[in-house]
């Protein structure tokens, strides 16, 4: 049975679904093609297998093999879309907002973006081709290993090229603008500040700034702090949410040199804080499997979530929480209710293995799923 909040948001997401039709979102701009697999632990039969339970199976494996040599079988699971702003894309269309993508799907777009481009208001190709990324699976997380040199051609000049005016016109109807995996961009705070300055300024509203920057562990002290540094400028825009896992906002903390952070109430909001206001910016969250939390200059708190031990698909949960959150902004929920939609969001796709429609995700807040 749901508890009390959740029952309120269900009622609020009632009377507010009606609304959704005419509430646009914007999102980009990386695309990638997953491939799945399950590492293989112990083959029962020709037809099944055990696979590898954790990432520290794996990763035992992996030191038993340091100065020898290793092989382990994969068995694929499938090929589909990927990426950050494909996969919070998928989220938010999939609750029937308005979503305007524009995204590195190839020319000829690829077949595997063509879910999206059937829920969405419109798909806008940028001149390059997707990533490719594999990703294995375990209980525990997921390792992604990325083929993505490619994206070091995305500069302020290409951004200008790709975008002009069918991008500044989505973004004058947007509720919301999302900016995801600034990580794998070289040149993207370049990027920003053209948008901040050029591209997005002046806009008729003040639309919601949504960024996520898809894990920066493999980007310079130096590039990570001038990113924060420019972050504020989209303060001008809109008002701006930028969105962590744990793991990324301990980076952001030790080089920001912060308190760092397990999953403690208090000290995930006292994270959360702190870098809100190292940043100079409306709003930063952080998301864990179990709960998540938020601060704004007026508040901060963490919710729980419907957390599965088992998830069918973990890949693309933490994008599903940011769609739910970014639905929550736009309807305009307050923080508890918008990051308990946020959860939610994420955890019906990790037992279904996609993302719910508003129906069904309001179904879920009241009853409930199995984990398995």
Known sequence: MADAQILKLTERMDELKGTIPELNIVSGFDAVVDTMVRVVGSRTSPESFEPLGTISDFGGWV????????????????????????????????????????????????PAFDPLHSKCKALHPLDMEPGKVTCMEFNDGKLMLAMLGHFSCVTPQFLKENLGEAYRQACEQAKAICFTCWSLYPYMSEGWRYLQDELLADLPERPYIYIDLADPASRSDEDILEMLDTLKGFEKVGRVTLSLNGTEANQLARLCQLPESDDAPEQLEALCAALRERCEISEVGIHLPQCASAATAEEQLTVTGPYCAK?????????????????????????????????????????QARSASVEELIDFMRNGLPDG
């Open 63 to 110: 030191d038993a093999c340091a100065g020898r040599s290793g092989l382990r079988e994969v068995v694929l699971d499938e090929e589909c879309a990927g990426g950050c702003t494909i996969n919070m894309g998928d989220g938010i269309a999939s609750l029937g907002f308005p979503l305007d993508v524009f995204a590195n799907v190839g020319q000829s777009r690829h």
């Open 311 to 351: 998830p069918k698909k973990s890949v693309g949960a933490g994008d599903r929480f940011n769609a739910g959150c970014v639905a929550g902004q736009v309807l305009g929920l307050n923080l508890e209710e918008r990051l308990l939609l946020g959860t939610q969001s994420s955890g019906y796709f990790v037992r």
